[in-house]
């Protein structure tokens, strides 16, 4: 693995190799190899580890085909802007009277 570094600038040059480092899987195959791990664990894991990436590359390809909506999209209002999530609230910040935040509720017995 290799980094250049500019102009004696080592911090980026850090920054730069731990996200190489990251994304080569480094640091997590480090943390596996710190403790044995039994054979019957490794297949368990693998095991898991490829449904998970089977689950999110269907999920990317029905989000592409436009069968599910995509979560980082923010919605649009009616003026064309931004505008909140629906049951999200609107500009009141959330909880209303009888909700969280509104101290003891009373009965009238």
């Known amino acids: 693995m ?7 600038n080592i911090d980026q040059a850090l920054r730069v190799l731990k996200k ?3 994304r ?3 640091f997590r195959e480090m943390k596996q190899r710190k403790s ?10 693998e095991k898991s580890e490829a449904i998970r990436r089977g689950r999110k590359l269907a999920r990317k390809k029905a989000i592409r085909e436009g069968l599910i909506p995509d979560p980082k999209k923010k919605l649009l ?5 931004p505008g909140q999530r629906p049951g999200m ?8 009277a009888g909700e969280r935040g509104a101290g003891p509720r009373r009965s009238s017995f």
């Not at 290799?2 to 004696?8: C, E, G, I, S, T």
């Not at 209002?77 to 802007?81: F, H, I, L, P």
């Not at 609230?89 to 209303?96: E, L, Y």
């Open 20 to 22: 190489k480092m990251q």
């Open 77 to 81: 209002d009616a003026k064309g802007k």
């Open 36 to 45: 044995y791990e039994k054979p019957s664990e490794r297949k368990n894991r």
């Open 2 to 8: 290799q980094v250049l570094v500019r102009d004696n």
């Open 24 to 26: 080569e899987g480094v």
């Open 89 to 96: 609230g609107g500009d009141r910040g959330g909880a209303g």
